[in-house]
């Protein structure tokens, strides 16, 4: 059984069954989704591929169910790399459950590393294109600063940002603001991280096929292909590889930023895109 352990969020299906696989070439793969029957099937998966794993029903919700969910892995072994890809997208919910999931969630896996770090562990929490796509006179970053006194409060205010627009355009807000926020909030913690010899990064995904990007492919993520380098959707596998050596030991003074990988979305993309985008969802 490896030394190392690892904690994939997410981890029942989508890019973060995806990154388990990866990870468990040389760890012992914890992970964790609030479904336990989901759970339960990608275990069975892992183990049959030859990989120890286990699995933890977790909110990221809840404060004290993510720090038992690391407390389950610590008792495993050393752990090393936390890979977060738990999420909602626009279609999954209402603006305030996609504040509370994507932001207040990534505050809990991040304190919960935070506090038991040692050297050499990296956490990456998995941002989105969406983040990037945020206009800056838009983003509420005194608002953001909360996350650091009244997370609670953090979340009251991004959901009322959100609202401030069209009924049909408020998920899709949340999203992006939930996303630009882990990208300010990693950067944010890189300091905190980094007295313990410890790493913290965010990566930013394009439009990926999984079951939640085909998800949103009519409303952005198939949109978004038309502007790309790659003119596909990314895979599960090409992610995945990217989150796990992120998390790895190899990019040893990688820490602090936010890596994009969107097949070239971006670069291709003109504020005018953006516009046509966001209306279009």
Sequence with gaps: MPDNVAIVTGGAGGMGLATAKVLGRDHLVVISDVKQDALSAASAELTALGISADAVVADITDQASVDALFEQAQSLGRLTSVVHTAGVSPQMGTADLIIKINALGTIHVTQAALAVATEG?????????????????????????????????????????????????????????????????????????????????????????????????????????????????????????????????????????????????????????????????
């Excluded at 009251?156 to 939930?178: D, F, I, N, W």
């Excluded at 930013?204 to 292909?225: C, H, Q, V």
């Excluded at 992120?246 to 979305?265: F, Q, R």
């Design 121 to 281: 562990l990296a956490l990456v929490n998995v941002s989105s294109i969406a983040g990037h796509m945020t206009p800056s006179l838009l983003v509420p970053r005194r608002a953001y600063k909360l996350a650091l006194t009244d997370p609670e409060a953090l979340t009251v205010k991004l959901t009322k940002t959100a609202s401030l627009g069209p009924r049909g355009m408020r998920s899709g807000s949340a999203y992006s603001l939930s996303k630009n926020f882990v990208i300010w909030y990693t950067a944010k913690m890189a300091a905190a991280f980094g007295a313990k010899g410890a790493r913290i990064l965010s990566v930013s995904p394009g439009s990926f096929d999984t079951a939640m990007g085909r998800l949103e492919e009519e409303s952005g993520a198939g949109k978004l292909i038309e502007y790309a380098a790659l003119r596909r959707f990314g895979k599960p596998d090409e992610i995945a590889e990217l989150l796990a050596f992120c998390a790895s030991e190899k990019p040893g003074y990688l820490t602090g930023v936010d890596i994009l990988c969107d097949g070239g979305t971006r670069a291709g993309l003109s504020l005018k895109g953006m516009i046509t985008i966001a209306r279009g969802a």
